[in-house]
């Protein structure tokens, strides 16, 4: 990034106490002045900090669930109480669950923890960002953003059938339209936005998920699975490249340009997706009675309902089966050929 005044230097890692995003962190330590991390459990991130805190930079935590809309509201507070700029925002917080399970206001979880939350969190540090110009958003997606065709306009929250994959899939298309739109609407602010895929990465996200940590932690699993600190090197890429200075709305995979889904070229879907997450995240601001909040289907411009996520008619819950099937199978010729 170019040259700054001397004033104080500020990045934030969310989901920072592990995995990808703690060794962003720790790469993003020599190039700030102050690197702050945000994490659900107060523990790992005292045991996080701890780690970090050999590095060049002063580390700040900051505590939130954000499965909890409120949370993040209270989380901006806290940071703009303790941050006067903000140079880098890393939105790499993320879940994936193998049941469905809804967040502390009423909606599907995956959504909301990997986008709504990330989308107020980026909105309500808008000021923090252009006090900073030139400052960054890195969105963390995912490969699997490629999945869907489309956001899942006739049931946003996964209300009529669910499935893991699927679900989660959809949360990484939502980080990349996002992304896109947040490019569009600040670019005459000099805050750039940029999306990416870590790559295939061993990390607590699939903790949940017994095939993944299974194939994870098998022989082969060694030579197709990447460290954690090698999935942290996009991030800490497009935070940090002098080269990506004035660059936005792009997305990277291994450090450098890639091409993502063609359904995130769509700027229709982008901007209604911005919509339509805007009034989420207002209507969170009530108080929620228990009952899971019913999102309308509303479709942009272009889209018929059943668009959708594009896929076969059938249980949406027994679509990833055949890609888990043929996977398993695979793993087991391989591991035959090397131990049989």
């Known amino acids: 990034m170019s040259e700054q005044t ?3 230097r500020y990045a934030l890692v969310t989901g920072g106490s592990s995995g990808i995003g703690l060794e962003t962190a720790r790469g993003l330590t020599t190039h700030f002045d102050v690197v702050g991390i945000v994490g659900r459990d107060p523990g790992r991130l005292a045991e996080a900090a701890q780690d970090l805190s050999s590095g060049p930079a002063c580390i700040e935590t900051f505590q939130a669930d954000f499965a909890s809309l409120t949370e993040v509201r209270r989380l901006a507070d806290d940071i703009r109480a303790r941050f006067d700029s903000l140079s880098v925002l890393v939105n790499n917080a993320g879940v994936w669950h193998t049941q469905r399970t809804l967040s502390k206001d009423g909606y599907e979880a995956t959504l909301a923890v990997n986008h709504l939350a990330h989308f107020l969190l980026t909105n309500e540090l808008k000021d923090l960002l252009v006090a900073a110009a030139p400052a960054r958003v890195v969105n963390v997606s995912s490969s699997m953003h490629g999945r869907p065709k ?8 996964f209300e009529k059938h669910w499935a893991g994959f699927w679900v989660y899939g959809h949360s990484k298309l939502a980080n990349v339209l996002f992304s896109n739109e ?9 805050v750039t936005s940029n999306a990416l895929n870590p790559g295939n990465v061993r990390s607590r996200i699939t903790r949940n ?11 082969i699993a060694r030579l197709v699975v990447m460290t ?20 936005t709305g792009r997305y990277f995979d291994k450090a450098k340009e890639a091409k993502p889904n063609r359904a995130t070229g769509n700027e229709e879907a982008a901007r209604h997706l911005w919509k339509v997450s805007q009034e989420l995240v207002d209507e969170a601001a009530t108080p929620w009675t228990g009952e899971a909040r019913h999102v309308p289907a509303t479709f942009p411009r272009g889209f018929a309902q059943g668009s959708g996520l594009g896929l076969p008619p059938g249980p949406l819950s027994m679509r990833p089966v055949p ?7 695979l793993l087991g010729i391989i591991l035959a050929l090397l131990y049989g």
């Not at 947040?182 to 000099?190: H, M, V």
């Open 228 to 247: 954690e600190a090698d999935g942290a090197q996009t991030s800490i890429y497009a935070a940090t490249a002098p080269e990506l200075e004035g660059v």
């Open 209 to 219: 998920n017994a095939f993944l940590n299974a194939l994870h932690s098998s022989p």
């Open 323 to 329: 890609f888990i099937a043929l996977t398993t199978l």
């Open 6 to 8: 001397t004033a104080t």
């Open 150 to 157: 489309s956001i899942h306009w006739d049931d946003l929250m």
């Open 182 to 190: 947040l490019a569009r609407r600040w670019k005459d602010l000099g």
